[in-house]
């Protein structure tokens, strides 16, 4: 099953988004990844990349971030498992994303590709 | 002792030049970044640079690029935020190009590939109101020195930091669209900005500590050459 692993700059911005998709993304895997090494604001690239080992059951992982330095540290986080672990980050809103990711990743046969595409498709949502 | 090793103790001591710089500018670094971005960017670099050189301690007899690239990765796990990534990812990638030692031709690959791994990173151009605004000026002076002008090495990154300088300066006027300075709009104008001054200070480090290990002349106040007589290969 793909796993998704929300990367924010607050761990407590992370986990709440991963406590509202999980309740629509049933046994999905999702693992919130936040905070600089202070345990302040921000986010580090090895966080990142253990919690990518951590959520990975070899499906594939798909990374959804929210502001800049979290995009790049994803970056970084990914290129350091290339070759062991099929990861992608998603160019997609922080918390539809993860909520729509979720949702396809709960079908066991969803593939990286097909959460991807439904991550970044949040990208269209309307409010009003 | 080896060429390879002396280089090495002249990387440490860049290295140790930087931490103190940073843990000396760690308010004014973190005054600026309160102004226009989330106000951590002296604690993020000053807590990085120790990491490092503690990354680094016992290596006095690695290859100099062993040294660089262990310096990357230290930043990359210890500073965050973006200047983590940016400074620890491109020092990290451009240390292979100072695998055959350090030299004027190695330096400049070295320059030329951090710059290139900074732009591809943070999607960043000239008057974003970011490091690139100090760095891009500092690098292209300091090929051109060596290739055009064959100017001493030292006195090429005299030019180059002097060119950096200015770099920093013109980030002032400018309305940030790259970094979190962007969300600001309007009122990221005024402000100079963190990341060009602290890459300006890591060169100005540079420089420093090159002067007791290189001959030339430092041309700090100079301006630079309008221009070039000749292209430098590749530019």
């Known amino acids: 099953m793909v796993s998704i692993v929300v990367v924010s700059h607050s761990k407590r911005a992370a986990e709440g988004i991963r406590d509202v998709a999980q309740e629509m993304g049933g046994d999905a895997t999702i693992l919130p990844v936040g905070g600089d090494p202070d345990g302040g604001i921000g986010t580090t690239a090895p966080a990142i990349e253990e919690g990518i080992r951590e959520a990975s059951d070899g499906s594939g992982v798909l990374v959804i971030a929210d502001l800049g330095s979290a995009v790049m540290n994803a970056e970084i986080a990914v290129e350091a498992v290339e070759g062991e672990i099929e990861a992608t980050i998603a160019d997609a809103p922080i918390l539809e994303g993860t909520l729509n990711a979720a949702v396809s990743a709960a079908q066991p046969d969803a593939s990286l590709s097909e959460v991807l595409e439904r991550a970044e498709e949040a990208r269209e949502l309307r409010k009003l | ?235």
Do not use: C
């Not at chain 2, 009122?187 to 300006?200: C, E």
């Not at chain 2, 100079?222 to 000749?230: F, G, L, Q």
């Open chain 2, 1 to 235: 002792m080896s060429e390879s090793n002396e280089q090495t103790e002249v990387v440490l001591a860049v290295l140790q030049a930087i931490a103190d710089r940073i843990e000396a500018e760690k308010k004014h670094l973190t005054d600026l970044d309160s102004a226009i971005g989330d106000a951590d960017h002296g604690a993020n670099m000053h807590r990085g640079f120790q990491e490092a050189l503690e990354q680094v301690e016992g290596m006095d007899d690695e290859e100099p690029a062993t040294v660089v690239k262990n310096i990357g990765t230290a930043l990359i796990s210890e500073v965050g935020g973006a200047a983590g990534p940016l400074y620890g990812g491109s020092i990290m990638s451009a240390s292979q190009e100072l695998e055959e030692g350090i030299t004027p031709e190695t330096s400049i690959a070295f320059a030329e590939a951090y710059l290139d791994k900074l732009q591809d990173r943070g999607d960043a151009r000239v008057g974003d109101k970011t490091m690139v605004d100090a760095l891009v000026p500092a690098v292209h002076t300091y090929k051109k020195s060596i290739e055009s002008d064959e100017l001493p090495p030292l006195t090429a990154l005299s030019k180059a930091v002097d060119a950096a300088e200015r770099g920093v300066d013109f980030t002032v006027g400018l309305r940030a669209s790259k970094g979190r300075a962007s969300y600001l709009g309007w009122r990221s104008v005024g402000h100079q900005d963190p990341g060009a001054t602290s890459t300006l200070f890591m060169l100005e480090e540079i420089l420093d500590v090159a002067a007791d290990h290189l001959e030339g002349e430092i041309d700090r106040d100079a301006r630079s050459p309008t221009i070039p007589d000749e292209e430098p290969e590749d530019a």
